[in-house]
């Protein structure tokens, strides 16, 4: 992605101060500049339009725009869901996925016979029917946002079920993901601009810190570099 | 099926494993060690950058063990049903060549003398009465003395960074003053200190304990090890727990080793080899070799051998036993049998400090070893008397790197928001100006703790997975609090701006769901009574004698420091008396 030099300037004064670069003038070419090439383009290959429309609204919600930047669907935390999807850790080959499949103590954690994407799939249907109940035949991502986030935390905190899904069970896969997304190398589809990692002042791929090992409190300089080499 | 027979089998491409395939090829043995993972060399999954991936590697686990194939149950208690293990999360063991020792941190411990006569110790300072009901107490048979040499040795081809204390009895550094007696230096310095780090040193000093440089398997400087391998220095790069190292700094069977063992002809590894059973005679009391499912071609094969080394990790070396009928499996309510008893884990509890907004402690700089403690309320350091526990925690600030995804999911910490509003500004603040200390503590077994096969699942090859029975017990709880109240103090005097202090909550469970540690111990304990030992004090199986079995598992409890010194030490101790007791006759080393 190109990012307008201003922009690069005050990311880097931003990284300098306590304060986020975000809080300087000059986000709003930012936030254009994302939206232009970013999220928007995209087309899901996993999720169906109503699907897509949820995570969109759920990732805005988790990950929420604020005085520090963009929310998570515009940082590309949709695409990088929708993707891993198809990736052996959406399909669940990496987990013991052999029966019998019987309820437990939550503290024996997952026992669940949904692989993420099945998961999704039986979860967002039933929430969005849980949604139309209870907003005149609304679906969540039609909700406008303190109502989507009132029923996020009601999934988060209740005991209610989505199908076979406990909803906070639910949540958090959403809210994992959605935070993978937005701070992963932007390789898988998030993090866009390396917005997510400027964020925090997390360097990304540097990984050499010979010379840094004890700044007594200074922070740290540079910003970050992804892996093929973007940088911010 | 193709039957063959060599002098010696070892099971599993570990550090145990490895060491024990070193030490027995120089012994002029022919020596095939099966590993049932991937071909694993640092050139390839070290390279960089694909190896700094967070995505990929912590949190997707690239290189530890892929559960689908097999897992193991557990339960809280004995009237519960075990759930299966199903997705990784409060431990991650490793697999393919290397073992966790491609992944691991490389805090790089001995061991508190103390802790390897626990039993008696305990006894002689509070009597017989202090061991709560319940608690299996033990010794583990061997002296500190009589290992020394053999932490010195591990030490060298672990090119070890530290500071001593003590060398031949006399002070020769500012290392930790509650270390035991030294024979040799470290190989190199210890580690920088990051800022985190060196206020933790300043804060613990101030409040009167002792603080010293954790010692790291994680090289300060260039370094040649006795095998001839070469070692980078590590540059703090902070993807270290659960990555492999691209500077080829950080201490694995897979640089440290390997490239030793794989010149020598006499020794063969064979990959994706998964050792289902060891073989036994019609007695059960030799072992003749072992079968294993060979994954590329799904093909058993029977391989013979005069020695079998179990090294596949504590709690497989527990089910392998298991599934070969080598010993008697633990009975907790008859209370009769050993493999299986005494299984144990460690406590961990993270606290959080934040700093002024002028204070960076910059968290993704890092190295999985380094850092600074305090032995103050480690093993028996302490009085126990007027607090009526046992054990103990090394407390310590170990910046290993801290990266995005991970921070980010772990949420701000205090009672800030984990999502929504609120949660940005949190985490910007604590990913930018705190730091976290760590009560690291010991875990005592118990008759009620134990491993076995589970009755309903099974792996992929058709056997059963082995059960987990775990739980917190009261003895573990108090003591992890006592130790996290110890932590207070410091954190006011590095001048904190708040504070959340993690503790163990009384009556607390088991959370599968939460990551602790990868430091479980026990199981397949040595000993000097065969009634509550496995193995004797040279980690040879009471029962069959051609059978050693070398890890954590040979742990009576769990300790305050982490594990692997203590494991290639007792590698190295084995392989010694291997060579110049065993293989001149063949036999029990210890009368039973
Ligand atoms: C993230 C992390 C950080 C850690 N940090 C530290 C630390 O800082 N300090 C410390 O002291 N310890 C640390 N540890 C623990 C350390 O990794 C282990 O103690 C150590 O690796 C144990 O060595 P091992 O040889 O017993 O087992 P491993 O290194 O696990 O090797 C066992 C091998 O056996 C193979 N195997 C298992 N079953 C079979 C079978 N049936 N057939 C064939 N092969 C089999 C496995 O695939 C594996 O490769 C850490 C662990 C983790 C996961
Ligand atoms: S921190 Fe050091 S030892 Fe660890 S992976 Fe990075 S360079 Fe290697």
Redesign the pocket.
């Known amino acids: 992605m190109k990012i307008p030099s201003s922009t690069r300037r005050n990311f880097t004064a931003g990284l300098l101060g306590s304060t986020s670069f975000w809080m300087y003038g000059g986000h709003k070419v930012w936030a254009d500049a994302l939206q232009s090439e970013g999220a928007l383009a995209y087309k899901p290959q996993y999720f169906n339009h109503e699907e897509w429309q949820f995570i969109n609204a759920a990732c805005a919600r988790i990950f929420p725009a604020d005085a520090h930047g963009p929310d998570g669907a515009l940082l590309g935390a949709p695409e990088f869901i929708d993707r891993q999807m198809d990736t052996p850790y959406g399909h669940g080959q990496l987990w013991y996925m052999s029966g019998p499949f019987r309820a437990g103590a939550p503290n024996l954690g997952y026992q669940l016979p949904l692989p993420p994407r099945d998961l999704y799939r039986q979860a967002i249907a039933a929430a969005n029917m849980y949604v139309r109940d209870h907003h005149q035949g609304q679906v969540f991502a039609q909700l406008a946002a303190p109502e989507q986030i009132a029923v996020l935390k009601a999934f988060e905190q209740g005991k209610m079920m989505l199908g076979d899904v406990p909803a906070h069970a639910f949540f958090e896969q959403l809210r994992q993901n959605t935070l993978e997304g937005v701070f992963s190398d932007p390789l898988y589809g998030g993090n866009k601009g390396l917005a997510g990692w400027t964020l925090l002042g997390f360097p990304g791929a540097r990984a050499d810190f010979m010379d840094w090992v004890n700044q007594k409190g200074a922070p740290y300089p540079f910003g970050p570099v992804s892996m093929s080499g973007e940088t911010a | 099926m193709c039957a063959k027979k060599v002098d010696a089998i070892v ?7 490895s060491i024990l395939a070193k030490e027995l090829t120089e012994a002029g043995l022919s020596v095939v060690m ?4 991937d071909e694993r060399a640092t050139a390839v999954e070290g390279d960089y950058p694909s190896s700094i991936d967070e995505l990929r590697g912590a949190i997707r686990h690239r290189l530890f ?1 892929n559960l689908s194939q097999s897992t193991v149950t557990i339960r809280n208690t004995l009237d519960q049903e075990a759930l299966p293990y199903r997705r990784l999360a409060a431990f ?5 060549v ?4 491609l ?7 001995r061991v508190a003398p103390d802790d390897l006569a626990l039993r008696t110790n305990v006894v002689a300072r509070y009597g017989k009465n202090f061991i709560p009901e319940g608690m299996n107490l033990q010794d583990y048979g061997v002296t500190y003395e009589e290992l020394e040499p053999f932490f010195d040795k591990a030490e060298k081809v672990f090119g070890t960074s530290g500071e001593p204390y003590t060398i031949n009895g006399k002070i020769a550094g500012n290392g930790n003053r509650f270390a035991p007696d030294r024979s040799d230096a470290f190989p190199l310095p210890a580690m920088g200190e990051v800022y985190s780090a060196s206020l933790f040193r300043s804060a613990a000093s101030n409040v009167g304990y002792h603080p010293y440089a954790l010692p790291a398997a994680n090289a300060s400087a260039q370094y040649t090890n006795p095998y001839g391998v070469q070692m980078g220095p590590c540059n703090f790069c902070g993807y270290c ?2 990555y492999d190292c691209y500077m080829y700094s950080k201490a694995s069977p897979n640089v440290n080793i390997l490239p030793a063992l794989r010149q020598d002809p006499k020794f063969t590894l064979i990959t994706k ?3 289902l059973k060891v073989n036994l005679d019609a007695d059960k009391k030799k072992a003749t070799g072992v079968s ?1 499912l060979d994954l590329r071609t799904r093909q058993q094969v029977e391989l013979d051998a005069d020695l079998v080394i179990i ?4 709690f ?1 070396n527990v089910h ?1 036993m298991l599934l070969s009928g080598i010993g008697q499996p633990y009975d907790p309510k008859q209370n009769t049998g050993t493999v299986g008893r005494n299984f144990v884990y460690q406590t961990i509890t993270t606290s959080r400090a934040w700093l002024s907004p002028k204070q960076y402690t910059n968290l993704f700089v890092g190295a ?2 380094a850092g600074v403690a305090i032995d103050d309320f480690n093993s028996m350091n302490f009085d126990h008397g007027p607090l009526g526990f046992v054990g103990g925690s090394p407390v310590w600030v170990n910046q290993a790197g801290v990266k995005p995804i991970a921070a980010a999911i772990g949420g701000p910490g205090g009672k800030a928001p984990t999502w929504g509003e609120g949660y940005k500004d949190a985490m910007v603040d604590t990913y930018r100006h705190s730091l976290t200390i760590d009560a690291h503590g010991s875990n005592m077994a118990y008759r009620d703790v134990y491993l076995d096969l589970d009755p309903t699942y099974n792996n992929a090859y058709g056997q059963p997975l082995l059960r987990m029975t775990f739980n917190w017990k009261d003895n573990d709880i108090r003591m992890n609090q006592y130790v996290v109240g110890k932590i207070e103090p410091i954190i006011k005097a590095m001048g904190a701006t708040k504070y959340s202090l993690g503790m163990l909550k009384d009556g607390e469970v088991f959370d599968t769901r939460r990551y602790q540690t ?2 479980l111990g026990g199981g397949a304990v040595m000993g000097t009574d065969p009634k509550t030992s496995c193995i004797n004090r040279y980690l040879q199986s009471w029962d069959v004698s051609n059978v050693f079995v070398i ?2 598992s040979a742990f009576p409890q769990g300790m305050g420091y ?4 203590m ?1 290639a030490a007792l590698a190295y101790w084995a392989a010694y008396h291997i060579r110049t007791t065993y293989l001149k006759n063949p036999g029990p080393m210890v009368q039973a």
């Open positions: 099971i599993g491409a570990g550090w145990a494993g099966l590993e049932r993972g063990q991650l063991p490793g697999e393919g290397g073992g966790a020792g992944h691991w941190s490389g805090v790089h411990f727990s659960g080899a998964h050792v294993y090294s596949a990790f504590q497989h392998l999985g070893g990868t430091h890890g954590a982490n594990p692997t010194g494991v």
